[in-house]
């Protein structure tokens, strides 16, 4: 069955270290990719996307993401966090047809990022 | 930019109680989505929506509900006779040959 693992639920870093969060998908092919963030009673934000190409995909907010086909990977990273990036955060895939088609977005568990002074 | 909208943005109703939601999908957009979010949970897909008929329902989404486009702009998800564990935010997207675009979700409470 297709599904997206993120296997940390809670994550804690002091603001201005460094982040990764982690990401594995289990599809028959490689599927797209994508992270959204939520806010406190907010609604979805996509931060970055993959759909092929370079493994090493710039978002909005300073996120990068990595896409490691041997590890079913695809990790997101920030170099240095900042208070206002304390959120949940989603991965997500979308199983690969080249005209996108009638496909649907499953969604991981989702991390909760806290960021201590 | 065009967006996806929904309204209301906060729906209470008593169990027993019909509800429906409403979407507003990017006018170009040909597949539609609702998605489900209990809180504190993930985001869980409940029914996508193509050529005015469903393509594809989820386990969760049983004879309680139901989705319509009745005019060709509105997207419309009806819960027939909402339970208390119908308590979520509900989101809508729409899709046109790419992604996904959510909208900002109903937070439905049922007392």
């Known amino acids: 069955a297709q599904s997206v693992t993120q296997p940390d639920i809670h994550i804690t870093v002091s603001e201005g270290a460094s982040l990764e969060l982690r990401c594995n998908y289990s599809?028959?092919?490689?599927?797209?990719l994508f992270w959204y963030v939520q806010s406190p009673g907010q609604g979805l934000q996509l931060l970055l996307k993959y759909f092929s190409g370079d493994t090493l995909v710039q978002g909005i907010k300073g996120f990068e993401a990595e896409f490691k086909r041997s590890q079913s990977s695809f990790n997101l990273r920030k170099p240095s966090v900042h208070w206002s990036d304390a959120a949940e955060y989603f991965c997500?895939?979308?199983?690969?047809?080249?005209?996108?088609?009638?496909?649907?977005?499953?969604f991981g568990t989702g991390t909760r990022l806290t960021i201590i002074p | 930019e065009p967006e996806v909208t929904q309204t209301p943005s906060h729906q209470v109703t008593q169990m027993g109680q019909e509800v429906i939601l409403r979407c507003v999908p990017i006018?170009?957009?040909?597949?539609f989505y609702w998605y489900r979010q209990i809180l504190g949970q993930k985001v869980e897909f409940l029914v996508s929506f193509y050529n005015n008929e469903i393509s594809e329902k989820s386990e969760i989404f049983d004879d309680q509900f139901s989705v319509e486009r009745p005019d060709g702009s509105n997207f419309t998800l009806k819960i027939r006779s909402t339970k208390l564990e119908d308590s979520a935010m509900y989101f809508c997207?729409?899709?046109?040959?790419?992604?996904?675009?959510f909208g900002p979700g109903t937070r439905l409470t049922v007392l």
């Open positions: 997207a729409s899709r046109g040959t790419g992604l996904l675009f």
């Open positions: 006018s170009n957009h040909l597949y």
């Open positions: 599809y028959g092919a490689t599927p797209y």
């Open positions: 997500a895939a979308m199983p690969f047809r080249s005209n996108f088609g009638n496909e649907k977005l499953t």
